[in-house]
């Protein structure tokens, strides 16, 4: 798996942005938004249960990513057509405020070392991504097991200090000066 330091392997995959067929889909690069931090999620698969409920944990927590001069991407090894009929029968992801990637051909998810060996779809992985491109975060969990949006909204904040952050660190509270 690409961990912490490394660079972001380079993309440029179809993207579901919203419901309506006409305006559904294009494409996305590293380079769209380039000089903003990145917080890249995976989820498994589309349709099923999991993954909606942390979907729309980010979804309400987009307006503070945004503050952060962070872009969220999500993206699943799904075709951008299950995406806009998930999205389109969805009520949480109806009104989605990020991308949601579709990386169906695997090659985003095996640069990054995140194939499931016996399920053949993304783990539960998410990474924080510098806005020079390198990877300074990486949370995965199992397929059974939802991730917390906050906590990795508390990581991003701790990162953009430059500074030491003691465990359980939140923003506006003191780090560690040595």
Known sequence: MLGI?????????????STDIKTAFTDIANSTYKGKWLVVFFHPKDFTFVCPTE????GDLNGKFKDRDAQIL???????????????SHADLKNLPFPMLTDVKRELSSALGII????GVAQRATYIVDPDGIIRFVYVTDLS???????????????QTDELCPCNWEKGKDTIKV
């Open 74 to 88: 999500n993206a699943s090894t799904d075709t951008e057509f299950v995406h806009l009929a998930w999205r389109q």
């Open 116 to 119: 499931d060996e016996n399920e």
């Open 5 to 17: 330091g490394k660079k972001f392997p380079e993309f440029k995959l179809k993207a579901t942005v």
């Open 145 to 159: 097991v939802g991730r917390n949006p906050n906590e990795v909204l508390r990581v991003l904040d701790g990162l």
């Open 55 to 58: 979907i729309k944990g980010f």
